[in-house]
């Protein structure tokens, strides 16, 4: 027996039931339905019979394609890492106006789907890039750097300290205030 010849059964049980109670609200109370369900099953009984009461298959519908072409998300990608300062509609307009029409959602869900979503991100990828193929490092890169180095150095001190006056290291207690 199958899963939808038991729910068939239940339907036809239900409304033998509230022919027998003679109380459709009783009987829709005891199986937890609604009465509207439980009209709705007896007009399908009486249209269709028995078999009326089987589950309706559903097909799943139609929606939007998953991902887009790769020619529009190298567009997309390529004009968002040009211009990272652009939101998704700006990018949208653009490409518009390229004859690539693209709706800003689309655009926004692809970049976000790439790790580019925001401003900070399209302009991290930027500044990685930079660093890594000409060694230019931005003046944010430099300080993040020298903090770094500075943490570094106040980790190594405070871990000397702690490791005279206790057997536990100062790196495996964490060191606050370093931030990396």
Do not use: F
Not at 8 to 23: F, K, S, V
Not at 77 to 85: D, E, I, K, Q, S
Request: hydrophobic share 35%.
């Amino acid at each position: 027996m199958t899963l939808e010849d038991t729910v068939q059964r239940n339907r036809l049980r239900i409304l033998q039931r509230a022919q027998d109670l003679g109380n459709v609200s009783a009987a829709c109370r005891e199986a937890g339905i609604s009465r509207t369900l439980y009209y709705q099953w007896k007009k399908r009984l009486l249209l269709y019979g028995v078999d009326g009461l089987h589950p309706r298959r559903t097909a799943a519908r139609p929606g939007r394609p998953v991902q887009l072409d790769t020619t529009k998300e190298r567009r997309i990608v390529a004009m968002a890492l040009t211009w990272p300062t652009w939101g998704p509609q700006r990018i949208s307009d653009q490409s518009q106006i390229e004859g690539v029409t693209v709706s800003a959602t689309t655009v926004w869900r692809a970049l976000h789907r790439l790790g580019l979503g925001t401003r900070a991100e399209r302009l991290l990828v930027l500044e990685v890039h930079s660093a890594k193929t000409t060694g230019l490092l931005t003046d944010r890169t430099r300080r993040n750097l020298a903090r770094r180095k500075t943490c570094r150095v106040q980790a190594e001190g405070l871990a000397s300290l702690y490791a005279s006056t206790r057997s536990t290291s100062a790196t495996s207690r964490g060191l606050g205030g370093c931030g990396g």
